[in-house]
């Protein structure tokens, strides 16, 4: 198993920032691709942000201008920068990785446990 460790979720008001981290620990040999997901009250799972071990970036319709996705291949780590909140961008985000703990094995997802963004009007 390879937990993630989210960190950096909140409570702030339209218009504010947060930036969400998310570290991979334990035994892993590569990492494939990262990204962040959001589920709002009610809704679906969808995806906010993906970014692939080439750093090729991919992001919702909803997020484009606002929202930065970004990785550290050193520390294991996906980040989203997040600016210009709106009210709307409130739900739970969770970070994924798809990544191999070893060289024989298989490419697999894992996810975060998950981390609440608030934001208030």
């Known amino acids: 198993q390879v937990p993630l460790v989210e960190s950096g979720g909140g409570l702030v008001q339209a218009g504010g920032s947060l930036r969400l981290s998310c570290a991979a620990s334990?035994?892993?040999?590569?990492?494939?691709?990262m990204g962040w997901y959001r589920q709002a009250p009610g809704k679906q799972r969808e995806v906010v942000a993906t970014i692939t071990s080439g750093g090729s970036l991919n992001y919702a319709d909803s997020v484009k201008g606002r929202f930065t996705i970004s990785r550290d291949n050193a520390k294991n780590t996906v980040y989203l920068q997040m600016n210009s909140l709106k009210p709307e961008d409130t739900a739970v985000y969770y970070c994924?990785?798809?990544?191999?703990?070893?060289?024989?094995?298989?490419?697999?997802?894992?996810w975060g446990q998950g981390t609440q963004v608030t934001v208030s009007s």
């Open positions: 994924w990785m798809r990544l191999r703990v070893a060289v024989w094995g298989s490419v697999d997802d894992y």
């Open positions: 334990g035994n892993i040999f590569s990492i494939n691709d």
